[in-house]
């Protein structure tokens, strides 16, 4: 499931600096992540790490784009390969 920023995002840019498939974007007035992008840090770390450093809990699941973990750790291994 690729994650979603909701409405409670002060934009401190925190999450942006921790993404490492750089899927967060400065959106107005709120940050926004690319699902496409969005591994939920599957082959990176065992937890997301936008979730963990935002300081007002603003990144939730976003149920319109539900993936398990095998479609994230697919995802993660073609960005790899692209690379």
Partial sequence: M???INDECIACDACREECPNEAIDEGDPIYMIDPDKCTECVGYDDEPNCVGVCPVDAIIPDPD?????EELKYKYEQF???E
Wanted: no cysteine; hydrophobic share 35%.
């Fill in 2 to 4: 690729s994650l979603l």
């Fill in 80 to 82: 790899q390969k692209s």
């Fill in 65 to 69: 784009n539900v993936e398990s973990f």
